[in-house]
């Protein structure tokens, strides 16, 4: 088979296996199932081995087929970028990207540095699919997902955005109207803003020791995060939401950051971009260097909150005081 056959038939493969399906696959591309089918056929011919195992209501890959499977997305993948590096070798980066994201933090973080990225690279296209689904990207088929928080092992290439942690805010007309506590039992007596709990991201209940729990109030609970921070915005109740989301208006002074005495240590995580290949492409570099230069480290969420914290008192001396060695006097 002609090489150039042989790689137009991997190419059809590799969409058939995603679709499991022959029709699908030719609808797209506008063709016969038919078509597709002979495609998939003299591509088994030539390698000598089956790659679907097909009935009537399915269409599975064999152990070959998943073989294949494996070595075609990445060869497919880096032809694809030798294609895009050898046509801007003057770093012009041009294709599309596809890029699965949280809606908030995607609506926050990401579309609003678009126009900039987009003067500097003019024929770069961006695809921004906005989900709180957990998306591979060789399966789904996109260069790359930004996640927030903790992430489990896997055998994903990671790289680090920025830093976040989750921070425990109200309003200060809430804090005026039920007022301010100070330790995990006061919550007992306060309304609390949490996500939904048929996910497994953080929430409330995961701060908690067995001995803190208590009767809390869930006043709303919701998966999405700007609706977790409009919540706290109207002075709904107590929020636990991540810095990316309510920094700025922490920063602003329309939400107050609260600290409990006895709460479980919250450590700081982070925003990443989690890809398949070991190489990232030209253009996904591009738009992870833009994205890590417009957020900043800190990034420009913690930057907010800064200006919110008290200022350390000057502890400069009184005029006409003695400069000295610490004495019990100081102590006192």
Request: include cysteine.
């Amino acid at each position: 088979m002609e090489t150039e056959k042989f790689s137009e038939h991997m190419s059809v493969f590799v969409q058939v296996a995603q679709a499991r399906s022959f029709s699908a696959v030719a609808r797209s591309k506008g063709m016969a199932a038919s078509s597709v089918s002979r495609q998939i056929d003299a591509l088994e011919a030539e390698l000598g081995v089956c790659l679907f195992t097909r009935s009537t209501r399915a269409l599975v890959l064999t152990d070959a087929g998943e073989l294949l499977f494996e070595r075609a997305v990445k060869i497919l993948q880096d032809m694809a970028d030798a294609r895009d590096e050898l046509i801007s070798l003057e770093r012009n980066v041009s294709g599309v990207l596809r890029v699965s994201c949280l809606p908030a933090f995607g609506r926050r973080h990401v579309v609003p540095h678009l126009a900039a990225l987009f003067d500097k690279y003019p024929r770069l296209c961006v695809e921004l699919e906005l989900t709180e689904s957990i998306v591979d990207p060789v399966v789904d088929r996109v260069d790359a997902v930004l996640r927030v928080g903790q992430q489990p092992d896997s055998s994903l290439i990671s790289q680090t955005i920025a830093a976040q942690r989750y921070v425990i805010c109200a309003s200060p007309d809430y804090l005026l109207r039920h007022g301010t506590p100070a330790t995990v039992r006061d919550l007992n007596h306060h309304r609390l803003i949490d996500r939904g709990h048929r996910t497994s991201m953080r929430g409330w209940r995961e701060l908690f020791s067995k001995d803190q729990v208590g009767e809390q109030a869930f006043a709303f609970q919701c998966n999405d995060c700007d609706s977790r921070r409009q919540a706290v915005l109207q002075g709904l109740g107590i929020g636990l939401v991540p810095d990316w989301s309510i920094g700025e208006d922490i920063g602003a002074g329309r939400v107050v950051e609260l600290q409990l005495d006895d709460l479980l240590p919250q450590p700081e995580t982070g925003v990443y971009l989690l890809r398949a290949l070991p190489r990232a492409s030209l253009k996904l570099r591009a738009f992870s260097d833009h994205l890590i230069r417009h957020i900043g480290s800190p990034p420009i969420w913690q930057r907010a909150m800064e200006r919110a914290r008290p200022k350390r008192p000057d502890r400069r001396p009184e005029p006409g005081s003695v400069r000295g060695p610490a004495s019990s006097i100081a102590a006192i």
